[in-house]
């Protein structure tokens, strides 16, 4: 159980196009899904936490009008990097927080990561 | 500023022996501790995690040990075995419903 899955797995764009990539929880409700990005060699970095049904929180430093999030349901959460560039190249990975269970307290379960390419 | 640090970037172990990778963070405010385990182009999953209220947790193979004076978790591993070799993220929260905050890993190498 828990799994987290993630679509594209791997993207190629264009500098200046949109690329949405969807987090889907496959079989448990996430009330939070949390964004993170991970460049080479580096610790994962929060971008920001969605509830379901409410704005996301961004972390400092992180756009909002760059990096759309929406969170519709409680299985489905969306990360739209808008207008990307090269510097937006990196592995986005999505988590999922199961809802109100004592057995997982805090404990997210990653999506298996999108790795986004610009050119 | 780093409040989850993992100054080992990479650690190499001999199959069968104790791996011990350690974490220190900087906000005292931290009370729940993970470590995760990452393969290359995959999510992170989820190994053990513990609480401020102890100072160790073992599940079969994996012990995580938490000083909470020193502000310091390790993460030891016995024995050792070849798909242990990954990267180790320590993480911390305040609370159980906050963010998890990530130090920047340790590569874990286990030589046969």
């Known amino acids: 159980g828990a799994v987290v899955s993630q679509h594209p797995s791997w993207v190629i764009c264009k500098s200046g196009t949109s690329v949405k990539i969807e987090c889907r929880s496959l079989?448990?409700?996430?009330?939070?899904m949390f964004w993170y990005r991970q460049f080479p060699k580096q610790s994962l970095m929060l971008m920001a936490t969605?509830?379901?049904?409410?704005?996301?929180?961004?972390e400092q430093g992180v756009e909002k009008d760059k990096f759309l999030i929406n969170h519709a349901s409680l299985t489905l959460s969306t990360l739209t990097v808008t207008s990307a560039h090269p510097e937006d190249s990196s592995f986005y990975i999505c988590s999922a927080r199961l809802r109100s269970s004592g057995l997982y307290d805090n404990e997210q379960f990653f999506g298996p990561g999108t790795r986004l390419t610009v050119l | 500023d780093q409040q989850v640090k993992q100054n080992s970037p990479s650690l190499s172990v001999q199959e069968g022996r104790i791996s011990i990778l350690n974490c220190d963070y900087t906000n005292s405010m931290f009370d729940y501790f993970l470590w995760y385990k990452k393969y290359p182009a995959e999510g992170p999953t989820f190994l053990i995690s513990?609480?401020?209220?102890?100072d160790k947790n073992e599940d079969g193979r994996f012990t995580v040990f938490l000083n909470k004076s020193a502000k310091h978790l390790s993460l030891h591993i016995v024995p050792s075995q070849p798909g242990d070799s990954a990267v180790y993220f320590c993480?911390?929260?305040?609370?159980?419903?906050?963010?998890?905050?990530f130090g920047k890993g340790t590569r874990l190498h286990i030589l046969p």
């Open positions: 993480a911390a929260s305040v609370g159980r419903d906050d963010k998890i905050i």
């Open positions: 079989d448990f409700q996430a009330t939070t």
């Open positions: 969605s509830n379901e049904g409410s704005k996301a929180t961004y």
């Open positions: 513990i609480s401020s209220i102890k």
